[in-house]
């Protein structure tokens, strides 16, 4: 089993940043792909970022890319999500997976979640 604790949400100003980390225990974390997903009100679950096992493939989804950096840190058991440029349309609760699959940009392809945390971008 694993367990997965995201933490760096919060408010920000259109435009600012803000650092996701997602903190891992339990198996082995550096055997799965990870996954950025976020969820905005009223609206299905996105994928967002993803990152292979070995942090050598990254992936993002067109609305975010040049904006957003997946990384990740084996040895700490943790993957971040860097967010620059955010935008209001940015606003979701944002939770990372794993996926025991190489890759997977799809809510199915997971098999472990975080329980979220909120991201608010204001005008």
């Known amino acids: 089993q694993v367990q997965l604790a995201e933490s760096g949400g919060g408010l920000v100003q259109a435009g600012g940043s803000l650092r996701l980390s997602c903190a891992a225990s339990?198996?082995?974390?550096?055997?799965?792909?990870m996954g950025w997903f976020r969820q905005a009100p009223g609206k299905e679950r996105e994928f967002v970022s993803g990152?292979?096992?070995?942090?050598?493939?990254?992936y993002y989804a067109d609305s975010v890319k040049g904006r957003f950096t997946i990384s990740r840190d084996n040895a700490k058991n943790t993957v971040y999500l860097q967010m620059n440029s955010l935008k209001p349309e940015d606003t979701a609760v944002y939770y990372c997976?794993?996926?025991?699959?190489?890759?997977?940009?799809?809510?199915?392809?997971?098999?472990?979640w975080g329980i979220g945390t909120l991201v608010t971008v204001s005008l």
């Open positions: 997976a794993l996926s025991r699959l190489p890759y997977s940009d799809s809510v199915a392809g997971m098999d472990y």
């Open positions: 339990g198996r082995t974390f550096s055997s799965y792909s």
């Open positions: 990152i292979t096992w070995s942090g050598g493939r990254t």
